[in-house]
């Protein structure tokens, strides 16, 4: 009721403030979800390279060559986003500097747990001197179930987003034919609500109301397909920002704004 006297009273004003919003969340969600995009899959590929190494090092090691020359020889091997990290590692092993101190800060550049884990794990099993081969295969055998599962829930979130993007499709379907026929027609047959005179007025607040759910459903169903997805928010700032711009697109071509 709050909601129907506001917008009654200040219709025009009401909903540039709501056009200015969206436009200045559309340039900020489209953006910064791009960036965000882009940094999730260096991210994600660094981690899924990372059963390689591991394998790769116990391959090298089970003949008996130690770690450090190990990481060496893998270093000109290619494992996407994490080669700048194998490689700067080497560069120090080669330098003199111990296994123990190259590797303390691997994996922080690329900000992922998985990665910083799997450094520790092989400065352990170098620490221990015995069977770094079993070790490094037990743990790449462990980390690739881990992507596995990853990968399985990824692929059943995108079935949610996909029923979500589906039931945003048929409420703008359903606004789209409010907007362009129904309401214009109780409009032009002076339709007033509690009986009164305005009808104008009042289909316009009902109109304004709808447009205002089509723009907030469009923009939280991208953030919620993020939450969905990996359990960030971020994540969903490119699919809310393009949602938001296809809503106000509509709008402007129906003449709403």
Known sequence: MVLYIILSISYDIQFNYLLIFSVFFIIIF????????????????????????????????????????????????????????????????????PVEQALGDFGVSIESDNVIRAGKIIVKASESGSNISDVMTMVSEFTSQMQLLRNQRFSEMKNYTMVMLISFGVFLFVILALDIDFLPQLAGGGFSLGGGSGGGSNIATIEQIFNIGMIVQ???????????RDGRISSGALLSGIMLAVSIAILFVIGVV
């Open 30 to 97: 489209i953006p910064y979800g791009f960036f965000d995009n882009v940094e999730m899959k260096r991210y994600y590929e660094a981690e899924r390279r990372v059963p390689d190494f591991l394998r790769d090092l116990a391959e090298y090691t089970t003949f008996g060559m130690p770690i450090s020359q190990a990481i060496v020889r893998a270093s000109f091997s290619d494992y996407g986003p994490l080669s700048d990290e194998i490689k700067r590692v080497a560069a120090l092993i080669s330098w003199g500097l």
């Open 218 to 228: 469009g923009g939280g169903t991208g953030i919620i397909s993020g939450v969905l």
